[in-house]
């Protein structure tokens, strides 16, 4: 039997299993909820930038984000969210990704950004 079959037969016999009302996954980041910035969101928002200038990240109040490859003329928008020191980030097309703030240093994946 090929590996994709037992991958099927398993999701199946755990979709039985599993409860029909389950909550939502945790990135999905609602923005009906959001408050005035707390202390974390303050230090985050506001445009981020690689040392080399290759991506460009801003932060708005409002929980979205915008980010660019100037030399690409790629553009990419989303939510983000702050837990403390953790951001979260959710791309309109779907993908997610996680960073960091820590001394002024966002940290996404290998990429460390500066306020510009």
């Avoid at 016999?13 to 990135?27: E, I, K, N, S, W």
């Avoid at 708005?60 to 928008?77: C, D, E, M, W």
């Avoid at 959710?90 to 993908?95: L, S």
């Avoid at 990704?97 to 990429?111: F, H, N, P, V, Y």
């Amino acid at each position: 039997m090929p590996i994709s079959d037992v991958f099927q037969v398993l999701g199946q016999f755990a979709a039985v299993l599993a409860p029909g009302d389950r909550q939502t996954r945790p990135l999905e980041i609602d923005l009906a909820e959001a408050d005035a910035p707390d202390p974390f969101e303050l230090a985050a928002i506001g445009t981020w930038k690689t040392e080399d200038g290759s991506i460009l990240i801003d932060l708005r109040p409002n929980g979205q984000f915008q980010k660019q490859k100037p030399a690409l003329g790629a553009q990419h928008l989303g939510r983000y969210a702050v837990d403390r020191s953790r951001l979260y980030f959710e791309g309109e097309a779907g993908w997610v990704a996680s960073g960091q703030l820590k001394r002024g240093t966002l940290s996404i994946g290998e990429k460390r950004f500066r306020k510009a």
